[in-house]
């Protein structure tokens, strides 16, 4: 039976969703996208994988890659008045795998902040940190409502 009256049409993603690909084939258009996370969903994601996280993401080469991307910022702390204290925010800080590469390359002290949604990943930054010997400031929150006046 056809239908009297045409199939709505849709946006290609809805609103609130990451684009991811997309593709024409043909007369079609393919579009996948997901949805952002609610701040409690990714807590729960990444308190799931944080016994493992360290691992992981060492295997897949990050901490090189870490180490790379801290040399080639370092220039940009030099030009920081040595006057004022250095404060660093690692937003995300998940295991510690950043700070801790920048711990061991920063040519002068610096105070660390590390923010993750995450209490679990926190417990895995603050061991990694201890073991490195780096003192750090955590803290459990959204990074995209952080506890600090701008500046």
Same mark, same amino acid.
């Not at 897949?60 to 040595?82: K, R």
């Given at each position: #039976?056809? $239908?009297?009256? %045409?199939?709505? #049409? ?5 609103? /609130? ?21 609610? *701040?409690?969903?990714?807590?729960? $994601? ?10 992981? !993401? ?5 901490? *090189?890659?870490?180490? /790379? ?10 030009? !920081?008045?040595?006057?004022? %204290? ?10 510690? *795998? ?22 679990? #990943? ?30």
């Amino acid at each position: #039976m056809p $239908h009297s009256s %045409p199939l709505p #049409m849709t946006t290609p993603l809805q609103a /609130g969703v990451i684009p991811v690909w997309t593709r024409s084939i043909g007369s079609w258009n393919v579009s996948i996208g997901r949805r952002p996370f609610a *701040a409690h969903e990714l807590e729960g $994601h990444y308190d799931k994988a944080s016994d493992r996280w360290h691992t992981t !993401i060492s295997k897949l080469g990050f901490d *090189a890659a870490y180490a /790379g991307l801290v040399e080639h910022a370092l220039p940009a702390v030099a030009n !920081i008045e040595q006057t004022a %204290p250095l404060n660093v925010l690692d937003a995300g800080i998940g295991t510690g *795998a950043f700070a801790a590469a920048f711990a061991s390359r920063c040519p002068r002290p610096f105070d660390l902040t590390g923010v993750d949604v995450s209490s679990d #990943m926190l417990r895995q930054a603050e061991k990694h940190l201890h073991d490195c010997n780096v003192a750090a400031r955590l803290l459990q929150g959204d990074i995209t409502r952080l506890p600090f006046a701008d500046g």
